[in-house]
């Protein structure tokens, strides 16, 4: 008789495009249902994952309807990484409202009282309001019977070719759950260079004939300048003055070190956000063609499958919508180490 700890159901809750699932899927679980606002999300996290897409509000979520998709008489776990913008490093005035979605997850959680639980957030969430949020987040989990660990992580340590640091918890109502290893140093290359120099080399502007993602945005002839102008690992400090914004030729303007910046071939990239098409929103230029990062780079550098559909006709989805589904996922292969922790854990109650 096998185990009731060798199988497990989950849902996503603010499962997005459906990489934090599709990482689940990978190490062998069984995703039921991924639960999102944006239905642009519904092709990639249904044909990928292979479970139902539930368009829905989370704050207009019934408990009993979640908890209803899941697989009875088999360990269960919910997963949900909350809109990050709220505390994100951006958002300097705490002024997006979303952030009471992270206390709509914990009632899911406190309600439904799945096995396990897990969330992926930025690490502000930690010091945000002073840190009320997320300890009100841990008094609530804990009252339900959960231990828990978290760590600020980098996904870099867990094969990921880009510098993102991540607020990781697991919360266990069987035992102590434990964070996932980080992968050894020598075992995979994670350059910039590993991850997307194998591509066709494009212009600004331009699509690859065979991939409809291989795709660059367009540049003014005064930002096609000042990439050229730009060395790899550089950002505007490396411009004649002619080049400059009028702002950044201010004292004031020395604080946007992170802008108008090259990528290296010999390091990761940096943390890519939902505008990382856009060359002057961050280090988001290519290593040596003068563009910023394609889609499909973008989607390597979140260690996204070449096989993930990401909409059922690639060709007709705009930047801004494609941006969002990428740069919000969690990348694949972090998904997939903690997934792997969460198996571990169960087969070590077995």
Known sequence: MRSPFENASVIDVFCGAGCLSHGFVAEGFSVECGIDVDELCRHAF??????????????????SEVEAR????????????????????????????????????????????????????????????RGKIFRSFLRTL?????????????????GVPQTRRRLVLI????GMPHLPNPIDESEVDRSVFSAIAH?????????????????????????LSRIRASKPGGS????????????????????YTAVYGRME????????????VNYGSGRYGHPTQDRAISLREGAILQTIPLTYELAKDETTINFSA???LIGNAVPVSLARALASAIRDHLKELS
């Open 322 to 324: 494609m941006t969002r």
């Open 70 to 129: 899941f697989i009875r008489n088999v360990p269960t776990i919910l997963v949900g990484c909350a809109p990050c913008q709220p505390f994100s490093q951006y958002n300097v005035h705490n002024t997006d409202p979303k952030w009471v979605l992270v206390e709509r997850f914990a009632n899911l959680v406190e309600n439904i009282q799945p096995d396990v639980v897990s969330m992926e957030n930025v690490p502000r969430l930690v010091s945000f309001k």
């Open 142 to 158: 804990r009252a339900a019977g959960y231990q828990i660990v978290w760590r600020i992580l980098n996904a870099y340590d867990y």
């Open 199 to 223: 591509l066709p080399a494009l212009q600004a502007g331009e699509t690859d004939d065979n991939d409809p993602l291989h795709r660059a945005r367009s540049l003014s002839p005064l930002n």
């Open 236 to 255: 505007w400090h490396d411009w004649d003055k002619e080049l400059l914004p009028t702002c950044y030729q201010r004292n004031s303007g020395r604080r």
């Open 265 to 276: 071939w010999n390091k990761p990239a940096p943390t890519l956000t939902t505008q990382f």
């Open 171 to 174: 919360g266990s109502r069987l």
């Open 46 to 63: 249904e044909f990928n994952n292979d479970a139902e897409f539930l368009c829905r509000d989370v704050l207009d979520l019934n408990f």
